[in-house]
């Protein structure tokens, strides 16, 4: 059945592939590095992979860390569930979900004395979330919201100041919705006078009704780099689930691009890091948490290449540029604490639900 | 008269979809020359920048070597496999020849996706870790069927004569494959070596599922763009692309130009 | 010893060569198959597989509108996709096989197929900035004053087609006119011989020549089309979901293998029957 790309023709224009691959390899020109003695995996947000972040550990340990990034905590349990124990030695996890980790028995004990507890901003030491029955097990290392993104020349940035606006008419069409299910229904919960730790059964037809009006109103759902595409281009104006990890970046580019808390609140995130119980190098594990906890690796994965985002130790703004802590908000952090709620935690049954309204939402 | 405006509208119909089929590679050119952060309108002016952060980008350039390491070992691999069954399927009388046929076509009428799930689901099961090696068998699976019809649809009947003949001047088996047959059909091995390349340098899902640390260069940039937006991307595109382009146009003029008429 | 006959060792040596093929095929195309058909029967509760057969995947997918409407989003898209290609490819490759000087041709065929060479993903990419807002067919549209507003052709259905169009439209040109250049000239000047014009020529005596090229790309367009992510992932704004994107929810945001492999299965099902519907046309000859 191939017949039709046979022959001659096929032979000569197909032959140029493999020179031009040739050619590509011969440009990587870029050293290797030197071998390292031993090697770390570790399973982590795409804010981890940028070298300028991880380099520095190695060559002080001579060891080679090798990175796997992830998005959503399923997927992260769906690539752990297809490796042998042992594969792994670090896990960034989303802050909610440390405790779903704990309990299908994947991190270890971290000694309390390992971490610097004291510099962390109190309102993201999380205990509830990175602690069981009074022992760490993980610690957050950078948070964020999901709140409202904007072109403040387009639209009117009082309008943003009230959450009800991701469902109203005004912006029909301008809008677009940041593909995660479980910020944007807790933005939603916000939205509806709810708070996002008590989410249970009976919110959902509420939630599910607006979910459909915010869907009727806005352009797109999209992922991080669509959205941010699309606020960039003038696409849309609004982006409902963004914050400064989308715009902190751009925001020398694109001084337009503005990001609010709005009064009824938004949602925090936060990621945690810990050691994977099964890791055979516990130790080495340890060292490359505390690096990151430590006041310099803080200040590099705040500004990393994925996305820019508040570090959770409270030192590494010691490490920050004037510019970089404008970006970040380094200021405001105490009203937004203290106007933010945590993503919902839904159970098992009530994720499916959670999920199932998403999908049906995007179907619409 | 009839025939200049045939001519006006074969043209200018050609002319519309060829400016379709490059509006996107003008617009991905054009931005990785951007002088700013945003591969976006407006043009800011023209700069290397970013070429040179592909070059710096020691994942990006692992990337393209390992793209490169998978592309090359499993084309080989499934034209090796592809010749060898199209050499006994054409020459031997095998019992159930029409089945076998139909068995390695069979992974070209089904999507990349199910063969990547199928393959997650029994590397899992018998927990073999992911790696490159794991990518590499995947597009073995998809470039042999390809490499299989391509050499098998070749053998003519009216190659049997020369084998023979070599035969009965006392060349074995594998003799007669590599010094006669291989080089009769050498043609379409190429062809169906080449096209197993593509396919194997720009295939997503497999390499996407199958792969963990070390990745290939779609895996490679599709990461790079979950971080947001960069020209980066826009150069590393345009690189591969001038590169191919270039040296399509040597081969050209040196190598294919003096067999035009094979 | 005198059991082995000549043709017995014969044949012996011929499974010898076809049989790394075959295996290398069942191994890693068969049996995972199988597998996956095994696992699609099993389902996955409160974060376990639990091994039970069991249909509830695909009654979940009759059942789920949101599941059923994927199938058909697809079906619907690569259908659209399929005859769009076909019908734009086709005359570019009889242009070219035709109307361009022959010394000409080569040249005309490689630029046609020459964007295969940038990467798939960062294509798909430049077509969402083509298509925006303030992209440059809006903007070129307005200039011209074509337009009063910007069309509305990104992160929707019609962005997704474009891209694809654009990808196989360069595949569908190369198997056609591939197809084209092997027809005779004689057909043609009989057909001219009996009385026949230019149209009644490419109707009765071209096209049906043709078909069998035409339906081989249709259904290697129908079958990466139907299963591709990546060209709806981005472009289509997630207005809408395709089954492979159903497909890679269920594994990124659930870790459900069996929904994903019950899914897998029925997207199979669907290829199926475009091949079965194509199957006259498709066949491996030797020349």
Known sequence: MITSVNGAFARRFFSSVAAASLAAVSTVSAPAPALATEELNALVWCDHTDPALVEPFEKANDVKVNLKDYEGTGAALSILEQSQPG?????????????????LDLLAEIPADKLPTADIFPEVRMEANNMKDGKTYAVTEKFGYNTISYDKTKVDPNDMKDLSVIWSDKYKGRIALYDYYLPMI?????GLGKKTAELSDADMPAITEKLSEMKTVSKQ?????????????????ILVGGGEWITAALSGEKPNLDWTVPDQGAVRWAQSIGVMKAS???????????????????????????????????????????????????NDQTEYLKKTQLYPIPSAELDQKMQDAWTDMMQQ | MRDMLTKIAAFGYAGLIYGFIFLPVAVLVLFSFQDGRLPVPPFNGFSLQWYEAVFADRKLMAALANSFLVAIVSSVIACLLGFLAAYALARYKLPGSALQRGLLIAPMTVSYLIIALGLLTVLNTFGISLSLWTVGIGHVVINLPLCFAIIYSSMGDHHINIERAARDLGANDFKVMALVTAPMLMPSILAAFFLSVTFSWDEFIIAFLLSRFDVTLPVEIWSLLRSGLNPKTNAIGSLVFLVSVALLAVLELTLFGKTKKS | MSTITLEDAERRKAWGFVAPALLWTIAFFVVPFLFMAAMSLWS?????????????????????????????????ITLIVTVLSVLLAYPLAWIIAERVPKRFQRLALIMAVLPFWTSYVVRSYSWLLVLSKNGVINQTLMTLGVVAEPLEIASNRTATVIGFVHFFVMLLTLTIYANLIQLSPNYRRAAADLGANALQTFWHVILPLTLPGIMTGAFLTFVLCIGDYVTPQILGGNNELVLPQIIMLQLGRRADF?????????????VTLAYVLCARWLKIERA
């Open chain 1, 87 to 103: 594969d792994w030695d670090v896990l960034v996890i989303d802050g909610v979900d440390v405790q779903r980790a704990v309990g």
């Open chain 3, 44 to 76: 996955r509760q409160s974060g376990q597989i639990v091994r039970a057969w069991n249909l509830d995947n695909y009654i979940a997918f009759f059942a789920k509108d949101s599941l059923f409407k994927g199938l058909m989003n697809s079906l619907e």
């Open chain 1, 280 to 330: 055979k190098k516990q130790d080495l594990a340890l060292k490359f948490v505390q690096y990151i906890v430590s006041p310099e690796g803080q200040a590099r994965l705040a500004t990393s290449s994925c996305y820019w985002a508040m570090p959770a130790n409270m030192k590494a703004g010691e490490h920050l540029t004037d510019a970089q802590k404008a970006a970040l908000r380094w």
């Open chain 1, 186 to 190: 807790g933005l939603v919960a916000l």
């Open chain 3, 258 to 270: 069996p929904m994903a492999a019950a899914l897998s299965i029925i997207l199979m099902l669907a």
């Open chain 1, 221 to 237: 759902v999209s992922d991080v780099v669509s959205s941010q595409t699309a606020l960039a281009t003038g696409e849309v104006d």
